[in-house]
């Protein structure tokens, strides 16, 4: 053999039938019969692969649910099983398969007969004598039948050659690459770092968004952050160095930016209970000591309440007691009430204080044990890597249907276990991080709302309002005692 010729099988084992089927159902197919011949011919005539069998139906009239039987394919599982082909050549799946049941047959097939693979002529070849090809044909059957119809089939081809290739989508220049898509450019991949793990260390993605508009970061197309759209940003395969395709995994061609790792615990932390996608403005929390506050003439909790004295003008907002609960019971006095900013800043700087001393401040830094998050993170990989290969054992007969019903629920409830095992680790160990560079009080003034109120419960129990007028006081330019704010520290 040439050395160019590597690639060819030796013809006694490239005994190859050509399957084309002229459909017009939900995989939105309707190319000519003859034209898909024509392109498997050529196909397999580059291959030097001798054709011995041409299949063809008409299955015009068939939805995907059709179980009408089309008479080609049953000639063409008869030649298989009479040990005549090797090789099924078909221009791109869904010709095949109209429902995963029908692959599953043929997969079965191919451990008693002579065939071995099925060809697309668009280049990806689907080996049934492994587990890793079997799966990729499942997922290919699965994925076409969801995907199919959204794009052209000229386009999806491209595209497909392209992910097998590890090649960019093409389009717009994705955050944190060049224009070609795959030189990175650094000052951008710092900032997807920088977000990754601050989104790990437990800051809410309004807080970081809030923080790279402040400084001026854009994104690609030079506008202001948004929530969904770091979000989603951040959360891309495309910066592990994964090409997506299908639901399908290609390795790149462009370097990563982040790591498997990171992506895994981003992903723990995103579908944690805990945590909750905020909700444009309404679920906006304003208020620093909602939860910390009570009433020191009834004991009951104080709530944010924002008044507006007249109309057009901002609400000022305040604190105060509660009176009844959302079922109308009453739970306080409701006389309480107090302008929230004094007393805002009251406890900022009582907490900063407490934060000045340098052995507190290094007593409460949130210590994260790597070892501990790296060995949930491969728990984590571990069970999802056998979730997968449920699939594989349930094509390959390994397990009944009734096995794999089961024995997936039972699998997706451990993938679940293990994801949030991480993410409550990563929640406890979230808490406040001052970042090494500032102090408190400059981490105060730049840091989101969230992060404050982190830092707030580390230290204090609970902040009483006692009852009482101000009076002539004044701290601070406001009309405001001090003396009637009273801060429970934890011990
Ligand atoms: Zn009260």
Same mark, same amino acid.
């Given at each position: 053999?040439s050395?160019?010729?590597?690639?060819?099988?030796?013809?006694r084992?490239?005994?190859t039938?050509?399957?084309?089927r002229?459909?017009?159902?939900?995989?939105?197919?309707?190319e000519?019969? $003859?034209i898909?011949?024509?392109?498997?011919?050529?196909y397999?005539?580059?291959?030097?692969?001798?054709?011995?069998g041409?299949?063809?139906? $008409?299955?015009?009239s068939?939805?995907?649910?059709?179980?009408?039987?089309?008479?080609?394919?049953?000639?063409?599982?008869?030649?298989?099983?009479?040990? %005549?082909?090797?090789?099924?050549?078909?221009t791109e799946?869904?010709?095949l398969?109209?429902?995963?049941?029908?692959?599953?047959?043929?997969i079965?097939?191919?451990?008693?007969?002579?065939?071995r693979?099925i060809q697309?002529?668009?280049?990806i070849?689907?080996?049934?004598?492994?587990?890793?090809?079997?799966?990729?044909?499942?997922?290919?059957?699965?994925?076409?039948?969801?995907?199919?119809?959204r794009?052209?089939?000229?386009?999806?081809?491209? %595209?497909k050659?392209?992910?097998l290739?590890?090649?960019?989508?093409?389009?717009?220049?994705?955050?944190?690459?060049?224009?070609?898509?795959?030189t990175?450019?650094?000052?951008?991949?710092?900032?997807?770092?920088e977000?990754?793990?601050?989104?790990?260390?437990?800051?809410?993605?309004?807080?970081?968004?809030?923080?790279?508009n402040t400084?001026?970061?854009?994104?690609?197309t030079?506008?202001?952050? =948004?929530?969904?759209?770091? %979000?989603?940003?951040?959360?891309?395969? =495309?910066?592990?160095?994964?090409?997506?395709?299908?639901?399908?995994?290609?390795?790149?061609?462009?370097?990563?930016?982040?790591?498997?790792?990171?992506?895994?615990?981003?992903?723990?932390r995103?579908?944690?209970? %805990?945590?909750?996608?905020?909700?444009?403005?309404?679920?906006?929390?304003k208020?620093?000591?909602?939860?910390?506050?009570?009433?020191?003439r009834?004991?009951?909790?104080?709530?944010?309440?924002?008044?507006t004295?007249q109309?057009?003008?901002p609400?000022?907002?305040?604190y105060?007691?509660?009176?009844?609960?959302?079922?109308?019971r009453?739970?306080?006095?409701?006389?309480?009430?107090?302008?929230?900013?004094?007393?805002?800043?009251?406890?900022k700087?009582?907490?900063?204080?407490?934060?000045?001393?340098?052995k507190?401040a290094?007593?409460?830094?949130p210590?994260?044990?790597?070892?501990?998050?790296?060995?949930?993170?491969q728990?984590?990989? =571990?069970?999802?890597a056998?979730?997968?290969?449920?699939?594989?054992?349930y094509?390959t007969?390994v397990?009944?249907?009734?096995?794999?019903?089961?024995?997936?629920?039972?699998?997706?409830?451990?993938?679940?276990?293990?994801?949030?095992?991480?993410?409550?680790?990563?929640?406890?160990s979230?808490?406040?991080?001052?970042?090494?560079?500032?102090?408190?009080?400059?981490?105060?003034d730049?840091?989101g709302?969230?992060w404050?109120?982190?830092?707030?419960?580390?230290?204090?129990?609970?902040?009483?309002?006692?009852?009482?007028?101000?009076?002539?006081?004044?701290?601070r330019?406001?009309?405001?005692?001090?003396?009637?704010?009273?801060?429970?520290?934890?011990?």
């Open positions: 053999m050395p160019t010729s590597t690639f060819f099988l030796p013809a084992d490239a005994d039938a050509i399957y084309a002229l459909s017009r159902d939900r995989s939105g197919l309707s000519n019969v $003859n898909q011949i024509a392109e498997a011919r050529d397999a005539d580059e291959q030097t692969w001798p054709v011995v041409v299949f063809k139906d $008409n299955d015009i068939a939805s995907k649910y059709s179980t009408k039987p089309r008479d080609d394919y049953d000639r063409l599982l008869g030649a298989i099983r009479r040990g %005549q082909i090797n090789i099924i050549l078909i799946m869904p010709r398969y109209r429902r995963l049941e029908e692959l599953l047959e043929l079965k097939l191919a451990e008693t007969t002579k065939l693979r697309t002529t668009d280049g070849s689907y080996d049934l004598s492994t587990a890793e090809g079997i799966h990729a044909a499942i997922n290919a059957v699965n994925n076409a039948m969801l995907e199919a119809g794009i052209s089939k000229r386009v999806k081809r491209k %595209q050659a392209r992910a290739a590890g090649k960019t989508h093409g389009g717009g220049r994705p955050y944190g690459y060049e224009k070609d898509g795959v990175v450019r650094e000052s951008e991949a710092a900032v997807i770092r977000c990754a793990e601050r989104f790990i260390a437990g800051e809410s993605i309004r807080d970081i968004v809030m923080d790279l400084r001026g970061v854009r994104t690609a030079g506008c202001e952050w =948004r929530i969904e759209n770091l %979000q989603r940003t951040i959360m891309k395969k =495309r910066y592990v160095g994964v090409r997506e395709y299908e639901g399908q995994e290609y390795p790149a061609e462009w370097p990563a930016i982040l790591t498997r790792e990171q992506w895994d615990r981003m992903e723990a995103r579908l944690s209970r %805990q945590w909750r996608w905020p909700k444009g403005q309404t679920g906006t929390r208020y620093l000591l909602t939860g910390f506050l009570y009433c020191g009834c004991g009951g909790v104080m709530v944010g309440s924002g008044r004295r109309s057009g003008q609400a000022q907002m305040r105060r007691c509660r009176r009844t609960d959302n079922h109308g009453v739970i306080g006095c409701g006389k309480s009430f107090r302008v929230a900013e004094p007393v805002e800043l009251l406890v700087e009582a907490v900063c204080h407490v934060f000045d001393d340098p507190v290094v007593m409460l830094a210590k994260v044990d790597e070892d501990k998050v790296r060995l949930l993170v728990e984590y990989e =571990r069970r999802k056998k979730l997968d290969q449920l699939v594989t054992d094509a007969d397990l009944s249907r009734d096995q794999f019903i089961q024995a997936k629920g039972i699998a997706e409830a451990s993938v679940k276990e293990a994801r949030e095992a991480l993410a409550h680790y990563q929640d406890k979230a808490a406040a991080r001052v970042p090494a560079d500032q102090t408190i009080r400059e981490a105060w730049t840091s709302l969230e404050r109120r982190s830092v707030v419960q580390l230290v204090v129990e609970k902040v009483v309002v006692r009852p009482g007028h101000p009076g002539s006081k004044r701290w330019g406001y009309r405001f005692n001090p003396e009637f704010i009273e801060i429970e520290w934890k011990s």
